[in-house]
């Protein structure tokens, strides 16, 4: 993909996308598509206006990309961070408006 006609935050959307997409054979990706892996082949391309379009489009209305196998929409970092906090709100609240220890 040419990469440097995608924008700085479409780029953030590009990395992860390609990484997923070629660690997959391209006829499984084109099957869950329910196209052929040849229009497949054409949207990521050397010439991948397509992709680049669209990357660009999602990224300029500020979409970004959720994996599904993990379902999880924020960074793992954020979400470590966010376990600690809530559990340490956990037993506050529960002491607070609940009474226990």
Same mark, same amino acid.
């Given at each position: 993909?040419?990469?440097?006609?995608?924008?700085?935050?479409?780029?953030?959307?590009?990395?992860?996308?390609?990484?997923?997409?070629?660690?997959?054979?391209?006829?499984?990706?084109?099957?869950?598509?329910?196209? +052929?892996? #040849? &229009?497949?082949?054409?949207?990521?391309?050397?010439?991948? $206006?397509? *992709?680049?379009? =669209? /990357? @660009?489009?999602?990224?300029?209305?500020?979409?970004?990309?959720? +994996?599904? #196998? &993990?379902?999880?929409?924020?960074?793992?970092?954020?979400? $470590?961070? *966010?376990?600690? =906090? /809530? @559990?340490?709100?956990?037993?506050?609240?529960?002491?607070?408006?609940?009474?226990?220890?």
């Amino acid at each position: 993909m040419a990469r440097n006609t995608l924008t700085r935050s479409a780029r953030q959307l590009a990395d992860p996308l390609m990484k997923k997409y070629r660690s997959q054979k391209q006829v499984d990706v084109a099957d869950r598509m329910d196209c +052929d892996p #040849s &229009t497949v082949c054409r949207l990521i391309g050397e010439n991948g $206006e397509k *992709l680049t379009t =669209a /990357l @660009n489009f999602i990224a300029a209305n500020g979409f970004g990309l959720v +994996d599904k #196998s &993990t379902h999880i929409a924020i960074e793992r970092k954020e979400f $470590e961070l *966010l376990l600690l =906090a /809530l @559990n340490g709100l956990d037993s506050r609240f529960r002491e607070k408006y609940l009474g226990e220890r």
